[in-house]
């Protein structure tokens, strides 16, 4: 099937002369404002812009098949001048316990050398790389479930495991322990992959770590009719991208039946979407420089080390006594 590519394109004078560049922009970065105030950047010695490709495809228990719509797409993000390209949770290796029965047999050797084939597309490109995959670790040991991060010299800089596993995942996966922040062009991004939207504490950690994009990749695919996922992870992707105010590149496998990849600016608003259960890359520009609104900003640091109202509480026996009127 051929993949659809989609861009948002925004204009600017430069020398009076209209041009067009990819994406509508977003800016991130916890500050303090007043309420009802548009937000500035907090972290300005880190301001900075990038191009991002949020992708999705159909992902499969298919290795080499992953690996060609993976590279396939990071060559529409770069001809879309992207800086960095993401993909969704097990992309190249395909998701245990809906993709694979098990792991147990998985052909590692077969993913290894799909793997070097994206490294050496991604030095080829100049070009960064989120990408989703089973890790392995040592015999017995259950593999993690990982996003690496490639750079645009072709190396894996870090890598992400996903500390919160299902209890379906914990069948075949080895939680993680750690968080991951790195810069791309100043930007400071993080990384969560699927079932740890469920625990806000994360993103409140990545907060703390001056992250402004968060790329939080899902396998969400394959739902059965009447399932609550794609009516519910939108609204808590915009909850988290508001409440933190970060960028979200929110991806998934567009397998029949999904939800779509979203790009969320730091107000909480969905940007833009992909086509439902379509393969596609979309291109955004994150803009740490420009505002959004940021209702929590002016106490929200504050807040999460453990001062939990705003002002100065009194001390006062009309206030203390709670059953009087």
Not at 255 to 261: N, Q, R, V
């Amino acid at each position: 099937m051929k993949a659809k590519t989609h861009s948002r394109w925004v204009g600017f004078r430069w020398l009076g002369v209209c041009l067009v560049l990819v994406c509508a922009s977003s800016s991130l970065s916890p500050g303090r404002a007043d309420e009802g105030q548009a937000s500035t950047a907090m972290h300005s010695d880190q301001a900075g812009k990038l191009l991002l490709a949020t992708c999705q495809f159909p992902v499969s228990a298919d290795v080499t098949a992953n690996a060609e719509w993976i590279r396939k797409q990071m060559r529409e993000a770069k001809a879309l001048q992207a800086d960095m390209v993401h993909f969704s949770e097990c992309a190249l290796s395909g998701y245990a316990g809906v993709d694979h029965k098990t792991l147990d047999d998985f052909d590692w050797a077969a993913q290894r050398r799909a793997l070097e084939s994206i490294l050496c597309l991604a030095d080829e490109l100049d070009l960064w790389v989120v990408l989703g995959s089973a890790h392995r670790l040592s015999a017995g040991v259950k593999p993690h479930n990982s996003l690496y991060v490639i750079n645009p010299a072709g190396k894996i800089v870090d890598r992400y495991d996903k500390r919160f596993c299902t209890g379906g995942d914990l069948k075949h996966y080895s939680p993680g322990d750690h968080f991951v922040t790195f810069d791309v062009q100043g930007v400071r991004c993080g990384l969560l992959i699927c079932y740890d939207i469920r625990f806000p504490e994360l993103y409140r950690q990545y907060c703390t770590k001056g992250v402004q994009l968060m790329l939080h990749s899902f396998y969400n695919a394959r739902q059965k009719e009447g399932s609550i996922h794609p009516k519910i992870m939108p609204p808590t992707a915009q909850a988290r991208a508001a409440t933190n105010y970060m960028f979200l590149s929110v991806n998934n496998s567009c397998a029949p039946h999904s939800w779509e990849s979203l790009f969320i600016t730091p107000d909480g608003l969905i940007e833009d979407t992909l086509a439902l259960d379509q393969p596609g890359v979309m291109v955004h520009q994150v803009d740490t420089t420009k505002a959004y609104y940021d209702a929590s900003r002016p106490y929200r640091l504050a807040c999460i080390n453990g001062k939990w109202h705003s002002g100065d509480t009194v001390d006062d026996p009309l206030s203390s006594d709670r059953q009087s009127h």
